[in-house]
């Protein structure tokens, strides 16, 4: 039983590991039973209750019950990293409705918040693209400054993507492109998301 159910534990995470997936701890959850059973396994385990002394054992039970209401209750009143809401995307929707300013059928490159852009711009008429690469970007900005010369293109660098700014920069530069208009979004959390305008660079 217990090969089985350390088997069924290194399954699941080696499944989540091999197949993309948001990682939030959320997921987790359904191994949480089986972790909780192994552990009591473990602590019930004859060969280690023979070598403590009952009150030894007593000991250890009331510092795992100790230990466990301190991670629930700390879960619970959100001080621990963990949970849905810890204003990590605070400002998101006033950042989406900064967006929908933008000329509409103009195309917007992103790299993080996906979901949360689809959710609050799912009608705008805004093309969204999306890029795992600088050098993704940048080829295809260069491709749509050369078909369609009059439509907009825009990125937008929240937080998390800020520090990409230079690679930008140096791959759309190979395209005749560079960033402009950079227009600074403050967030609600205290963090700055950028948005530039991708345009012609105004050297070789």
């Known amino acids: ?62 510092i795992v019950v100790a230990t466990v209401a301190w991670g629930a209750m700390s879960g619970a009143m959100g001080r621990m990293p963990i949970g849905s809401d810890h204003e990590g995307y605070a400002g998101v ?13 103009d195309a917007l490159y992103y790299r993080s918040l996906g979901w949360h852009y689809d959710y609050y711009l799912f009608d705008a008429s805004l093309e969204r693209r999306w890029w795992g690469s ?19 293109q825009w990125v937008i660098l929240p937080p998390v993507d800020a ?9 759309l530069a190979t395209q005749a492109l560079t960033l402009d208009d950079a227009q ?13 305008r991708i345009a012609p660079a105004s050297r070789p």
């Open 134 to 152: 600088t050098w993704k970007l940048a080829a295809d900005a260069g491709q749509s400054a050369r078909e369609e010369p009059a439509r907009g």
């Open 1 to 62: 039983m217990d090969r089985l159910l350390a088997a069924y534990v290194v399954g699941f995470l080696a499944v989540h590991v091999v197949i993309s997936f948001q990682p939030w701890d959320r997921y987790l959850l359904p191994l949480a039973p089986f972790v909780a059973l192994l552990a009591a396994r473990g602590i019930t385990n004859r060969a280690l209750t023979l070598t403590l002394s009952q009150r030894g054992r007593e000991l250890g039970v009331v």
């Open 184 to 196: 600074r979004l403050p967030m609600a959390n205290g963090e700055t998301a950028w948005l530039y």
């Open 163 to 171: 520090g990409a700014t230079q690679d930008l920069r140096f791959a």
């Open 93 to 105: 929707q006033a950042l989406a409705m900064k967006l929908r300013e933008l000329p509409p059928d």
